[in-house]
């Protein structure tokens, strides 16, 4: 077999293509590491209060932190199983009132007001997801959006949620003796530890039976159902799930911030967690806890910019999308296709030659 002087030359391109890419590709395997994301972000939120203590830097990252589960949880709904959620928020606000009512009436710590919170999310996921979900795409979205302005208007206006003022004085989290996880540095790391198993047994439920079922309906819902799922009962626990995520988060921010109010449960509260979500790579854990920790934090690193740090957080997410529209880490099978000329290089790199 002979070879010409231009197969010869394209050999040496590739040669050169895999040499270049000999970083990259060593980069892209620890990305692609199941642990080492989540390690390097639990080590970076551990070590922080070490490097800034500061009441206002922890209320921050506590707010980031749970900002991360409210993505994780909308991750399970649109990143799984594809359903267009634009009213998740209402779960938060759930979770947040449960608590709130529940601690304030009877004097409790908040953790115990857990599995009321836990019972009355998931009958919220039963009830807007019972009827709505044999509906698809557009009108889905819509419904969701009108359930999340119901549950704010309704806690605008019953006497038992404060009415437009909201519940005030929430008691702590939980008080131990002389220890209160109401203190910032307490409930920060108590924050992180709930964030972290609740990320991690999202990650992992995407990886099941049931996420295999989630992704498959995400792909195609009528040929899912031909072999044989269940689409509107596995529809409908990833809704329950979604809002158990959301309730969870509605505690800690109730907790967090010891008083609550329906403003707090806008619109634009599910669009950034929808954001987060989608700027991450929807279907991938750890691109969507790095978009729920930019759009986060995004605002405070500009707030140096005064008044035109909205601007410049809304250029910045505009650009992003444009040059990276699949998300800052997408889930396998999304990237951008590659160059024939990357391919070649990839495919030499591993071995293979023309």
């Known amino acids: 077999m002979t070879i010409d002087e231009n197969t010869t030359e394209s050999i040496h391109t590739v040669e050169a293509e895999a040499k270049k890419r000999g970083w990259s590709a060593w980069l892209g395997a620890i990305f692609e590491n199941k642990y080492i994301g989540f390690a390097a972000l639990g080590i970076i939120a551990m070590l922080l209060p070490f490097v800034n203590a500061s009441t206002y830097v922890l209320n921050i ?16 709904v649109v ?17 947040a009132y449960t608590a709130g009512i529940l601690s304030k009436m009877f004097v409790l710590p908040v953790l115990f007001t857990l599995p009321a919170v836990i019972i009355m999310c998931i009958l919220a996921g039963l009830i807007i997801g019972a009827p709505t979900l044999r509906l698809r795409s ?27 003022q909201g519940i005030y004085g929430i008691p702590s989290f939980l008080v131990i003796g002389d220890i209160d996880f109401q ?11 709930i964030v972290a198993g609740l990320v991690l047994a999202a990650a992992r439920l995407g990886k099941s039976r049931l ?38 988060g509605g505690m800690l921010f109730a907790s967090h911030l010891t008083a609550i109010s329906p403003p707090s449960f806008l619109f634009l509260q599910s669009a950034l967690v929808l954001m987060a979500v989608v700027l991450g790579g929807m279907g991938n854990m750890k691109g ?40 800052l880490w997408p889930p396998r099978g999304a990237e951008a296709e590659r160059s024939k000329a990357q391919r070649e290089a990839a495919a030499f790199a591993n071995g293979l030659k023309r």
């Open 61 to 76: 990252m506590t707010t980031a932190a749970i900002f991360v589960v409210l993505a994780a949880g909308l991750n399970i």
């Open 183 to 193: 203190n910032p540095v307490i409930f920060y790391y108590l924050t992180i530890i």
């Open 138 to 164: 557009d009108y889905l979205a819509i419904v969701t959006l009108g359930f999340g302005e119901i549950t704010r208007i309704t806690a605008q206006n019953l006497e038992i949620t404060g009415g437009p």
């Open 211 to 248: 996420g295999r079922a989630w992704k498959f309906v995400k792909e195609d819902e009528d040929a899912a159902e031909a072999m044989g799922i269940h689409t509107y009962r596995v529809k409908l626990l990833a809704y329950i799930f979604g809002a158990i995520w959301g309730g969870f």
């Open 288 to 327: 969507v806890v790095l978009g729920a920790l930019a759009i986060s934090l995004l605002p405070e690193l500009l707030r140096d910019f005064s008044s035109y740090r909205y601007l410049l957080f809304g250029v910045v997410l505009v650009v992003v999308m444009v040059f990276r529209p699949q998300g």
């Open 79 to 95: 990143g799984y199983c594809g359903l267009l959620d634009l009213g998740y928020i209402a779960f938060l606000a759930v979770g």
